[in-house]
């Protein structure tokens, strides 16, 4: 592991959980009341390609929103980042909003982190081949998890920006958003730099349309997890009695989506049987949205601080750029 000035290959370590791990999370999510499974297990390279199709959908515009914001403010943002930083992507999915931030920066080097192993591989090597002069690594793995950083010894004193974009924060559940986002603190070290996409809550319509479009592609990217238990883990299920559903609960602010049982059925896994009644829910996911002031105040609770914001025309969608507070480091 030595990337340099002229490095042209994409190098990957792989510390995706083992399956043990993913059996397990599967176990405990479906003994929860009600049933609910880990948001990293619907990325998979299928579910990986389907959340880039979902991208692509005209009702889900968050992407788009945040690429433009990206393209538009790349210059302001890196006049705001240290020269020579080291930008750690915390799920780089397809690595692509990152590309005109590291083409404005002053000799950045990247570091992605995803949990999908081929999508990283396949994606890092394109982004190597748009600037072969950065230094690029990925690492395969959950990073809502502690995670320790195996940095190459050329990096380890490098000022670090944490990239966190598509809003992404909003898959936890507000004290699990806290807690990565003091892990990521204390990952990157004091002095870091945060920047962080999040999109911010509307009309419910659109919302709903968003996490439910036409072409169905987001019912399928749901689907897929339990094609996914099915092939991966041999859980005996019958994925076809479900259906898909985006919700917005204005009470927490999030889109809720679930896979609903149309009728009683018993998955099988291993030696245990989980039995699903007609209408009982699965939650394959959570996707909270956060006002500006809200996300500020949720991210000082982990000691980080607001610094600058970028936002589009109409105020959907923020990048937040944090800094560590007074506070926050008196405290690590
Ligand atoms: C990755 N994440 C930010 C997406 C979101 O908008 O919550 C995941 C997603 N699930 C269905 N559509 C999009």
Not at 122 to 143: K, N, V
Not at 202 to 211: D, G, H, I, N, W
Not at 261 to 286: D, H, K, M, V
Request: net charge negative.
């Amino acid at each position: 592991m030595s990337p340099h000035a002229t490095a042209q290959h994409f190098e990957l370590l792989d510390l995706h959980p083992a399956p043990t791990d993913v059996s397990k999370a599967v176990i405990d999510g479906l003994k929860r009341t009600p049933k609910q499974l880990p948001a990293w297990l619907l990325y998979d390279r299928q579910g990986s390609a389907l959340f880039d199709a979902i991208c692509q959908q005209p009702e889900y515009t968050l992407t788009r929103l945040e690429k433009e914001l990206i393209g538009s403010q790349a210059q302001a943002i890196a006049e705001a980042l240290p020269a020579e930083a080291l930008v750690v992507e915390f799920g780089a999915g397809s690595a692509e909003k990152v590309s005109p931030l590291l083409g404005a920066m002053d000799k950045p080097s990247y570091l992605a982190i995803d949990i999908s192993a081929e999508h990283l591989q396949e994606a890092g090597t394109r982004l190597q081949e748009r600037h072969p002069s950065i230094p690029m690594l990925g690492i395969c793995a959950d990073y809502s998890q502690p995670l320790e950083l195996p940095l190459p010894k050329a990096w380890q004193s490098k000022p670090m920006v944490g990239f966190f974009p598509g809003s992404s924060l909003g898959n936890f559940e507000p004290d699990a958003a806290i807690n990565f986002l003091q892990r990521i603190r204390q990952l990157l070290g004091e002095n870091a730099q945060l920047l962080i996409g999040i999109d911010q809550p509307r009309e419910p319509s659109l919302l709903e349309a968003a996490y439910d479009d036409n072409a169905g592609v987001s019912a399928a990217f749901a689907k897929n997890l339990l094609l996914r238990l099915q092939r991966d883990l041999a859980i005996e299920l019958d994925p076809e009695p479900f259906t898909y559903q985006a919700a917005w609960e204005p009470k927490h602010q999030r889109i809720a989506m679930t896979l609903v049982a149309n009728s009683p059925q018993t998955w099988t896994i291993g030696a245990s049987r989980i039995p699903f009644a007609a209408g009982e829910a699965l939650i394959t996911e959570y996707s909270y949205k956060y006002a500006p002031s809200d996300f500020l105040a949720l991210a000082a609770q982990a000691g980080w601080q607001g610094s600058q914001r970028w936002s589009d025309a109409d105020d959907h969608f923020s990048l937040h750029l944090l800094t560590q507070g007074d506070d926050a480091r008196m405290n690590a």
